[in-house]
């Protein structure tokens, strides 16, 4: 747990940065290449491949590219179609489909992880609803298919490494991550990026340099090993921590408007989902 809750921190300052001196400015398949390739200047040097079992190299590889290749493919499409909040909105979905992947894999159905799943996501809607307007049904689509590649990549990575136990430590094995997931960052921006809009300003690289070290590098190293010291209910709950977290930041540092009173009501009813998650396991 202390892992999830670290890398959520680091997360909740990472979409302040990215709103403040990225998005609109830096194009943001160059913006994911930088963070993936930084990742894995990290972890590549120290990579084995020798005495690992095959599947566990190919289950890492195909894990970044679903967590660093499909979904920010497709979540960073659905700006050009939805508004802001109604990103926002359709982005709480994610631990519903950690619990039904996790479920699903192992051919069972834990109804207290499924029910603090919804009540988490219930949750990120109470802070982040707005009505919604306009077409929005693509959008929401390329957002469901991102939540689900995120949480899919978080599940195969934890059932990767207790299926396939090695006294291998984890920092040995995570580049195998970052190569997977270069291979769609890089021809994302080959194909669909935009070189007129790099970076100008220090500060855009400084930012850049943060993310892929911080949140990107020790953020997945650190959010994976964590995953494999909770359960998958645990895993889908912290999954939504992100929501209060940052906005809680974005009010703090950046001033902007916020309402208080949901942002409290909503952070409470996630954390009530990892006492329902303490119930289910008490009755079990």
Not at 2 to 18: E, G, N, Q, R
């Amino acid at each position: 747990m202390p892992y999830l809750i670290i890398v959520t921190i680091l997360w909740a300052f990472s979409f302040s940065l990215i709103g403040q001196y990225l998005a609109g400015k830096v194009d943001s398949d160059f913006a994911v290449l930088i963070r993936v390739a930084i990742a894995a200047l990290v972890f590549v040097p120290l990579l084995r491949w020798r005495g690992l079992p095959a599947p566990l190299l190919r289950g890492f590889w195909f894990a970044g590219a679903l967590q660093f290749g499909v979904t920010y493919l497709c979540l960073y499409r659905s700006f050009s179609v939805l508004t802001v909040p109604e990103v926002l909105l359709f982005t709480v979905l994610t631990p519903i489909y950690v619990t039904l992947l996790d479920d699903a894999l192992e051919r069972r159905f834990n109804r207290w992880a499924l029910a603090a799943a919804l009540v988490a996501v219930g949750g990120g809607v109470l802070i982040r609803f707005q009505p919604l307007a306009g077409e929005y049904l693509t959008g929401f689509i390329l957002l469901q298919v991102a939540n689900a590649s995120f949480a899919a990549g978080q599940v195969l990575c934890r059932r990767l490494l207790v299926r396939y136990p090695t006294a291998v430590p984890l920092q040995h094995l995570f580049g195998h991550f970052f190569l997977g997931a270069l291979l769609l960052a890089l021809p994302s921006f080959l194909l669909f990026g935009d070189p007129g809009k790099l970076p100008q300003a220090a500060v855009q690289w400084g930012v850049l340099a943060w993310m892929g070290f911080f949140a990107t590098a020790l953020g997945m190293f650190w959010w994976v090993k964590g995953s494999t010291r909770v359960d998958a209910g645990t895993l889908a709950v912290m999954n939504e921590l992100h929501v209060p977290a940052g906005l809680l930041v974005n009010v703090l540092i950046w001033n902007r408007d916020a309402d208080l009173v949901r942002l409290s009501l909503g952070g409470a009813v996630i954390l009530a989902s990892l006492l329902l998650l303490r119930l289910g396991r008490a009755q079990r």
